[in-house]
């Protein structure tokens, strides 16, 4: 297992930008595939986006497709979401989740290591 902590949340106006960042600890993090999830008060956590060990494949959940971009760089152990054109409906705790495997997934089964979240609140 990888031991993950997040970064980078915050308050930000509607349309402004976030980039969080996902440190992990362990000298695998390079054969894991990562995640971003979220939960909104009162809602079931949700999926994000994934990316590949190698960040050579990407993939994201509709409603942040196009605003969102996941990236990582195995040679500092960070995973990173950048978040532009932020809506209300992005206010959330983001989790980082790491799977040992090659493959990202959109399923929160499939991942083994959680950190602990991070708040992003988006005022309108």
């Known amino acids: 297992q990888v031991q993950l902590v997040e970064s980078g949340g915050g308050l930000v106006q509607a349309g402004g930008s976030l980039r969080l960042s996902c440190a992990a600890s362990?000298?695998?993090?390079?054969?894991?595939?990562m995640g971003w999830f979220r939960q909104a008060p009162g809602k079931e956590r949700e999926f994000v986006a994934t990316?590949?060990?190698?960040?050579?494949?990407?993939y994201y959940a509709d409603s942040v497709k196009g605003r969102f971009t996941i990236s990582r760089d195995n040679a500092k152990n960070t995973v990173y979401l950048q978040m532009n054109s932020l809506k209300p409906e992005d206010t959330a705790v983001y989790y980082c989740?790491?799977?040992?495997?090659?493959?990202?997934?959109?399923?929160?089964?499939?991942?083994?290591?959680w950190g602990q979240g991070t708040q992003v609140t988006v005022s309108s």
């Open positions: 989740a790491g799977r040992s495997g090659l493959r990202g997934s959109v399923e929160e089964a499939d991942f083994g290591s």
């Open positions: 362990g000298r695998t993090f390079s054969t894991y595939a």
């Open positions: 990316i590949s060990w190698s960040g050579g494949s990407t």
